[in-house]
């Protein structure tokens, strides 16, 4: 992959979160606080404003400096956890000038490690990890398997679909809704929504052919 | 939705534009990143520092002055700030003493304070406050939220700092107050968040949220309305069930509005609540009744009890001087 | 209606009995007839008291102690008190240098004080607080109302009362503070009185009243909702019409909410009402925002704009020590 | 006119105020600040109270406690008027121990000029005066030229209804409607239509074959 290809991602995603608008926007009122996608469009917002600046850098460096951006831009619960996947990505990519699928598995599997430490979640608990720890996987083993790309992205969007929609059943014991406890059942995690539409609109950008 | 706004996207910088040219003589504001601090720091002491998303104030920069915060890091409205806001607060309040993150336990201020704190080269501490005992505590869980009781650590913990005592000793007494420190909420009606436009959520007009916490999110359990003397139940019930205050004990009650409930209503509550504390032969001997933990507009309050010993009593009574609290 | 209330009736009884449990060094209560009083009289000083109607807290009870009122008559809410409460309270608080009553200007007040004057045995006099201008003038008509410029009034004259001034000079101090004060408002809600139990007006969403009183009376007219800055100019065009002031002239800018906005978005207005007074070539060089002079929890706010020179600025930054303003 | 009438008029007045309650109520919310019904219902209630204490008393002293008693229990701008009435009425029935009806019709109207004079204010104003004053003027004349009961009766009753709809036309100029410039047209005044339930149920009980 090129930093180019971060470029497309990251313009695909913009345009796809804003399309998702009233959803995520209502799934965070319903067992949040209600900002979930603001954070996200302004994290959006200014990814779009760095492209210049990243543009030029290998792909472990445009990593890092879009974590570090949205380090300081995000805020709230996602804003850590989202820039520590970019961190953690960067420098699993470090001195890396064209990275090849195997090599980006690893880094996004880096990347949701950092998110598990920082946020201490795991599987099961209704937060993004839900959606993010069974993509990684799945990514590392077709990419291991040298799946072909439009196989591997229709997989994985489906997989973060399902994953997606298998938080409606869960309580949750990480983020705002475990204070709701049983009431939380039956709403999608705004978070899991969230990189289910960034990871399916990547997804989109990269089984086009190139 | 009817706000006084401009665009919704500088609001938080107008109104803390507003907050500083109100009180030019104890703050001072900085954008990018964005912290608020004492206007007159220098004094050889910890830097005691907080934030939090806004739309809770006066909480946090309300809270700035001497016998309280050194500084405070005001995120957009309902979403913590974020760490370089931590860094460069500390850097302007450091004044070698150390920095206390006085931070409400919550994913995302938590995390966004550990990594400020990570981050930060001079040596610094972190109470979490966690006092709402509408949410079961666990450490599987992100556990209990840090609600108005905030407040109560902040005064006390600042009046400490002032005294000249160590981050050490900041810390334990921070983490001393929270643990002797409970509250409950109960809402009449959702806030509006300012970029979302309508209601977090939808009530009835008979209905309450029981257990409600400070950013519009639903409460633990929805209930049909009720006298002020059974809500007052309810709240203390759990309180004090959690506390588990000798009789006799001294106690601090706060009764603190969401926003939207009118101040006659809060010393009504303030009297309800003290009669039944007294009637289980506790005695309230401190009070402070107001909107000082809000939640935008939303109607509702929050009781909260701290057990008091002479230390924690005097650190209470001590002199303050924010703008908000001032004594 | 959603209210802390456990009888419509008892209401007001029991947010004294709580306003008064948490300030209990510094206030004392009466009933039949009702009053608040400081829990220390005595100075040799002319007696100031005030009183209106309740569910504007925390005028006036509030704003009872050192440096301000002795006494505040608290009538049922939005009702006038009755002459036996002014009555009662004078012979409380008159130390045989006179009383002055500080009535905002409204015909039940008005009537109700003047009868209590009438009878009180004492020397006494009265000044009335007419500040609205959204109201037009007129000796033929009840003239405008007393609003959120009340609070200046009772704070300055609170400050030259305490320094030993005659009577004369207290009523003339009043009357002249009176003259250099002048506010607007603006509602986004109604209020509910709880006897009534139902919203005094109806509002569509997008709709704002402009030139409301503090009793959830519609204003003068209804418009289209409009940006902060807007409603800033509206509000300061009509005042500084009403006002006059010199360029360079010093001021003192009140913004008051009027319980059901969030103390965010009146730091907003403090921040636009400052631009706009100093674009005007104006020195707000004195501020108070906050929640003062409320009406329930209605949605809205006033600006308020006190003409300053010498005396009024060192009266304002003399100390008062009430419940609920404290310097 | 014995005490005992009066006794009979303070319970006709309240059953007709709480028979009237949404209407008056309703009033005080659209042009003024909601508080007048239950300033009225309060001022019935403490004489219902008072009745033990009136009974004994010659009519003029009757009057002159209702009054006083008013005085300290409506508040508002209702409650000084309405006691001022009482306490004139009462002063002007001094001494005498069954008043006719010309001296009741003078004491009214003693009353009513004392609302005035404390008020301030005179007819077409937007207030109760403008229906005191002409049922005050019509009693007189009538109590004058010996009208029969039941006639005098009907005739105030119905002057006090016309006079109350007239305020509707109105713009205030004294009292809370006042503040509402042209906006306080189309709607009737909560004083004078608390007026003319009252006068209408005193009239009823004297209608009456007694
Ligand atoms: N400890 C955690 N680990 C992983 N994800 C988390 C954690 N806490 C919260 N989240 C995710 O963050 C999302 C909420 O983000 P956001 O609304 O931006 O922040 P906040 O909850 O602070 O308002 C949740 O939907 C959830 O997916
Ligand atoms: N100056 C006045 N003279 C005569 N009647 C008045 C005057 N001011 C007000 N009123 C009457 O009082 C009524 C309002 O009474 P109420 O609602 O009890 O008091 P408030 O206006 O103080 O809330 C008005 O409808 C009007 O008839
Ligand atoms: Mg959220
Ligand atoms: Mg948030
Ligand atoms: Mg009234
Ligand atoms: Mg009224």
Redesign the pocket.
Known sequence: MKTQHIIEAVEAVQAAILANESQIES??RA??????????RRGCEVLMGLRGEIAPLPPGEAFGKIGMKLLST??????P?ISSFFIAMGKSLAGIAEPDRVQFAAAFAAGVEA??S????DLG??????VLIPVSRLLQRLAEQGAPLPALCGQLAAEAHRNMLA?RDMT?T????SFLGERAIGHI???????EVAIAAVCDTLKEPA | MKKFVNEVDSMLREALSGLIEAHPQLLRVEFEPTFVARREGGANKVALISGG?SGHEPLHAGFVGRGMLDAACPGQV???PTPDQMLAAAAAVDTGRGVLFIVKN????G?NFQMAAEMLETGNATVLVNDDVAVENSTHT?GRRGVAGTLVVEKMVGALAEQGATLAECKALGDRVNAATASMGVAFTSCTVPAAGRPTFDIGPDEIEIGVGI?GEPGRRRAAHMPADEIVRTLLDAILGDLKPQAGRQLLLHVNGFGGTPLMELYLLHHAAGRRLKAEGLAPVRSLVGNYTTSLEMAGASLTVTLLDDELLALWDAPVHTAALRW
Do not use: Q, W
């Not at chain 1, 067992?31 to 996200?40: L, R, Y």
């Not at chain 1, 608990?125 to 839900?130: I, V």
């Not at chain 2, 919550?106 to 201020?109: I, W």
């Open positions: 799934l965070d067992i949040g606080d209600g900002d979930h996608f603001i954070n996200v995000i805020g709230g619960a996602s804003g956890l998110i598990k920082r946020g201490k979640a608990e209704k937060t993004m990890l839900d938080t949750a990480k983020g705002r809704a995690d705004p978070g899991s929504k969230t990189c | 998303g309902f979403t913590s919550y994913a995302g201020d995390m992100t950013h």
